[in-house]
């Protein structure tokens, strides 16, 4: 089971020993009362909820402040491996090229998954108020083999839609996303011809670019004729029309505040907690759907630091799953929650015990 050492590491370049044991005494007697900040970067996927929690938590926690810049994934995954944040966030599991670029002092990463989440095909046509798109036509779109929004693939499934003789815009991220990654994960699960792999950041053959969640449903509000991937609360936010999209089971389905609750159902947990599904088999199943994870380090150098995140974290599974709900994210199952409970719960066992034996250390 992962845990965090908190102290240990600073035990070796102390001062003193009676400098060392008033520091830790006086820690001890001021923890209560002291103040911590919290940094984070990363995702603009789950940012509308990231934000609204953090801001509850904060109202309702004393002594902690916390402060989240959505900057997408990469650069989330960049900042932590720099360990210029105390945690990031990522809708793209860490790669083993990004593990290694990990600092051996800050030990093994936390990799926590916090909600559920599902990417629409959010567009901008005017007269269609409902679209329909069966995996021809998506996978041709996004591989720019479909180029008229009156092809006969679109036409096929949208009988009685008046589809215009309008070019079709392409909005895609110009950053290193998250999004990006859940979107082509699904595309290289489901698309015959799709070439260009699953990952952050893709060389796309087609459509125009703009980096972020917001940037994406700003362009596709501006453009006539455009239709891109985004966030389900994004795009309600926005107010944009979201297409219907054909599983694969071969039904349609409506994105919805739950279309991703496929995706936090596990029968059992892996030991890093990642949980794929790129293509789910139920018939009543959004076909893209993921999860998003809260990056942690094994070691903080601050016990302060380390005991706030890991009762953020518990937080979130609890008094948080409702706030998801209402914003259109999928609350963790209960068993994936309370095996996310178990970690922290770990991990504040192995905290207790290490300060313990500090404690004990310093007073001989």
């Not at 590491?9 to 001021?30: I, Q």
């Not at 998954?113 to 095909?121: D, E, K, Q, R």
């Not at 609750?261 to 018939?283: G, Q, Y």
């Not at 005991?307 to 937080?315: K, S, T």
Request: proline share 6%.
């Amino acid at each position: 089971m992962l845990t965090i050492g908190y102290i240990v590491k600073r035990l070796s370049v102390v001062a003193p020993l009676s400098l060392t044991l008033l520091a830790g005494l006086s820690a001890c007697r001021s923890a209560s009362h002291s103040t911590v900040t919290l940094q984070g970067a990363g995702a603009t996927l789950p940012a509308p909820l990231y934000t609204t929690w953090f801001d509850r938590y904060e109202a309702e926690t004393i002594g902690v402040t916390i402060s989240y810049d959505a900057t997408g994934s990469g650069d989330g995954v960049e900042q932590f491996i720099n360990q210029t944040v105390d945690f990031a966030a990522t809708d793209a599991p860490l790669t083993d090229t990004e593990r290694a670029q990990l600092s051996a002092e800050r030990g093994n990463v936390l990799q926590i998954p916090t909600v559920g989440i599902s990417v629409v095909m959010a567009y901008n046509l005017p007269g269609v108020e409902e679209l329909a798109l069966s995996r021809d036509a998506y996978c041709g779109i996004a591989t720019g083999d479909i180029t008229q929004w009156n092809d006969a693939a679109i036409a096929a499934s949208n009988p009685d839609v008046p589809l215009p003789d309008l070019p079709i815009t392409f909005v895609h991220r110009a950053d290193s996303s998250g999004t990006t990654y859940i979107f082509t994960n699904h595309l290289n699960e489901a698309c015959d011809q799709w070439t260009a792999g699953a990952a952050k950041r893709i060389d796309w053959a087609v459509g125009a670019e703009t980096p972020g969640n917001l940037g994406m449903t700003a362009m596709i509000q501006q453009t006539e004729g455009a239709i891109g991937y985004v966030g389900f609360t994004h795009a309600e936010q926005a107010g944009l029309p979201m297409a219907s999209l054909e599983n694969k089971a071969g039904f349609f389905i409506e994105p919805s505040p739950n279309a991703a609750e496929r995706a936090t159902v596990v029968t059992s947990i892996p030991d890093d907690m990642v949980i794929d599904l790129p293509d789910p088999e139920n018939v009543d199943a959004y076909p893209i759907i993921g999860l998003t994870y809260l990056l942690m380090y094994e070691t903080y150098p601050s016990v302060e630091t380390a005991q706030a995140l890991n009762q953020l974290v518990r937080w979130s599974m609890a008094d948080g799953r409702a706030i998801a709900n209402l914003l259109g994210y999928a609350p963790l199952s209960p068993e994936l929650s309370e095996g996310v409970e178990a970690v922290m719960h770990q991990q504040q066992i192995e905290e207790a015990s290490t300060q313990k034996s500090v404690s004990t250390v310093m007073l001989r």
